[in-house]
């Protein structure tokens, strides 16, 4: 799968202008409020159509200025799923799903069985939508959408109305969804604990532009960005994968390129691949490298950038072996240490500091 | 769906029940006997043995105006059906697009003009379309608007405005003639109704149907927001142009048969929702069935509880402000 977007338009205070490309997996629209993402899936879907540009498919056209192109909705084959579900009163879920089947246009490569099993659906197929959680109805709303067979499936913030325990719930099946059945996504959201969990590619937003746009880990740790990327929550995204789980300690080693990460309570087993998010304020830096300390991850690297600004604190971006980190410090330690380019040091990182908002499958 | 299968048996037979007393009762009864033994003779089992009065009755009287009845009450609740469905509001009825009132226009302007009552029912029925067809024009170039709140709103002024015409030609028609054949017209009848007037009127009432009956699972996507339907596959704009002609053309069939009858669109279909939800394919063939059941209802009582005839439409709106305000107390439940 290819996707193609280059949109402009017009849109009351602001000027729609993003321009990305994906090769499926989950593309991720990251940027606040009113940064311009759902105009930007509108214009996928062909609910907002713009001034100029060109959205393809695959290299054909589902919008193209130039050329007068533009596909209608209903004929484009993408499936929505909008922040809340919202699913037919009357009729059961089983029946809500068979909606989905009904005006398809593809030859319904995916089956009800297959997304009853893929969403854990069995046990609500006979109930009627007003008995579901708020959850519950997200599924039904994703799986009805999955039937219609879409070449792309789009996702507006699909977990805005949901309580954490559900919002993981439902990015649980979305990682499914990513690795079994392998739909493309494009998934609007402003949380970075969703995106890092399940994106591939993200495109930042910010005043209806595209600032940006590229492999998550990639992209994570672009320096420029971080204004962007959530100073607070914002850090590197590594791949990894687990070496090791001590049980008893309730501790997982996950191997990356640049050595060892500890990391406690991972769900998942020895052997496979997942992502670790590590905030840039939880990593701390050393020039020598610290004895008698709790900190587990101690990863020697090479100080690569350093971040401008007049605040308290900067970003620093530090290379351990060939994966890039963030970490925040104040300006009064970078002077104190005589931190610049170059400067080998110490990168530690608190085990306890990576919770479970943190770690997904890669 | 033990429900809504009990609802329909008992809607028939109501409906049968309702035929039967029509045929019988008025102003020279006719027992449920000879009834019997003349359908019997109609279908050929038996020999005609009642008085060549009561099959006149029974033919030529009542049965025009049986059918008529059967028609328009159906016809008036299909069409409410498919409008409170599209419009997703319970409070719709065909008339929010104006067709009542251009058939109105039309009807009076003909009476206007002494043109005579096969011209009175044409330009009824063209009225109609036509004033749909304008606000539907007007409503759908309305940019930047919600498109049903469009449509509705360009409903409402230009149906005011048709009122207007209609007061100005009311105002202008000679009082001893016209006026009483304008206000007849206005609050509807049954009475006048021919043979030849059905034949006209049913196919383009049936020719309304067909689609509504084709695209009743299209028509339940309505009830989703206008983007999810769309993203789920269906062509709404295109899917609601139909809905609104077919439900215009059946209107407008009715409505130039009986004259303006009101509330059969929007009580009927309320009311059938309560019992079976609001599936339109379950939902249109009960609300057509206590459509025509109501209407006959009706009728039949017009005839025959005063010395002179009284309009349906006073009738309908009698029965149908206290069982619509009890009805919108009963639900609690949105769409």
Redesign the interface.
């Known amino acids: 799968m290819k996707l193609e977007v280059s949109v402009g338009k017009r849109l009351g205070a602001f000027t729609l202008e993003a321009a990305f490309a994906s090769d499926g997996g989950v593309t991720a629209l990251f940027g606040r409020s009113g940064s311009g993402k759902t105009s930007v899936l ?1 214009a996928i ?3 907002l159509r713009p001034e100029r540009g060109r959205i393809a498919l695959d290299g054909e056209p589902l919008f193209d200025a130039a050329a007068g192109v533009d596909v ?4 484009r ?4 799923v ?1 922040q809340e579900g ?1 699913l ?4 059961t879920v089983r029946q809500n799903l068979l ?2 089947r ?4 593809g030859d319904g490569a995916v089956s009800l069985e297959k997304v009853t099993e893929l969403l854990g659906l069995a046990s609500l197929l006979e109930r009627r939508p007003h008995d579901l959680s708020g959850g519950e109805k997200q599924r039904v709303a994703i799986g ?2 999955l039937l ?1 067979d879409p070449r792309l499936l ?1 996702m507006d913030e699909p977990l805005a109305a949901l309580d954490a325990p559900r919002k993981s719930e439902i990015l649980y099946y979305i990682e499914r969804l990513r690795d079994e059945v392998r739909v493309p996504i494009v998934y609007v959201s402003h949380s970075l604990d969703e995106v890092v969990r399940i994106a591939d590619t993200i495109v930042v937003m910010s005043e209806g532009r595209a600032l940006d746009s590229g492999p998550l880990n990639e992209t994570m740790a672009r320096m420029e960005l971080r204004p962007y990327l959530g100073r607070f929550e914002g850090g590197a995204v590594i791949e990894a994968h687990v070496g090791e789980q001590d049980l008893e300690m309730g501790l997982a080693r996950l191997d990356f390129a640049g050595g060892a990460l500890y990391a406690p309570d991972v769900d998942a087993l020895v052997g496979e691949r997942v992502r670790v998010r590590i905030r840039a304020r939880d990593v701390s830096l050393a020039t020598v490298r610290p004895e008698a300390i709790s900190m587990l991850n101690v990863l020697p690297g090479t100080l690569k950038a350093l971040g401008e600004g007049a605040g308290a604190s900067i970003d620093v971006q530090i290379d351990v072996a060939g994966t890039l980190l963030l970490a925040r410090v104040t300006r009064k330690s970078v002077a104190a240490l005589g931190l610049a380019p170059g400067r080998p040091v110490y990168a530690l990182v608190k085990a306890v500091a990576i919770d479970r908002h943190s770690v997904g499958w890669a | 769906m033990r429900r809504a299968t009990l609802a329909y048996a008992l809607a028939l037979a109501a409906l049968a029940a309702l035929t039967a007393l029509a045929f019988a009762v008025g102003r020279y009864p006719v027992s449920l006997g000879e009834l019997a033994t003349l359908l019997a003779a109609k279908l050929g089992a038996a020999h005609d043995t009642l008085a060549p009065n009561v099959e006149s009755v029974v033919m030529q009287v009542r049965g025009p105006r049986v059918l008529a009845a059967l028609l328009v009450g159906a016809a008036l609740a299909a069409a409410g059906t498919a409008y409170q469905g599209m419009f997703r509001n319970p409070l719709v009825s065909p008339d929010i697009l104006g067709v009542s009132t251009g058939a109105a226009l039309g009807a009076v302007g003909a009476i206007f003009l002494s043109l005579g009552v096969f011209a009175t029912q044409l330009f009824a029925f063209g009225g109609g379309l036509a004033a749909v067809g304008l606000v539907y024009w007007i409503g759908s170039r309305m940019r930047g608007h919600e498109p049903m709140l469009a449509l509705v709103l360009t409903g409402v002024v230009i149906g005011t405005l048709l009122g207007s015409a209609i007061a100005l030609l009311k105002y202008l028609a000679d009082p001893y003639n016209q006026l009483p054949a304008i206000t007849f017209w206005l609050l509807g009848s049954l009475s006048t109704t021919a043979p030849q007037d059905l034949a006209v009127a049913a196919p383009f009432a049936l020719a309304g149907l067909a689609p509504m009956l084709l695209l009743r699972w299209r028509m339940n996507l309505l009830a989703l927001p206008d983007d999810e339907a769309r993203a789920l596959g269906v062509d709404t704009r295109r899917l609601r142009s139909v809905v609104v002609a077919a439900a215009t053309l059946m209107t407008a069939a009715a409505v130039a048969v009986s004259g303006i009858i009101g509330w059969v669109g929007l009580l009927i279909p309320h009311a059938a929702r309560l019992v079976v939800g609001p599936d339109f394919g379950r939902l249109l063939p009960l609300s057509m069935l206590i459509g025509a059941a109501f209407l006959l209802a009706v009728d039949t009582l017009c005839r025959t509880i005063a010395p002179i005839e009284i309009p349906p439409g006073v009738l309908t709106a009698l029965i149908g402000t206290p069982f619509f305000l009890w009805l919108f107390a009963l639900s609690r439940r949105g769409w």
């Open positions: 509108n879907a062909g609910l209608a909705v209903h004929r084959r993408i499936g929505y909008f919202r037919l009163p009357h009729i909606y989905g009904r005006f398809a246009h009805r959408a219609a789009l």
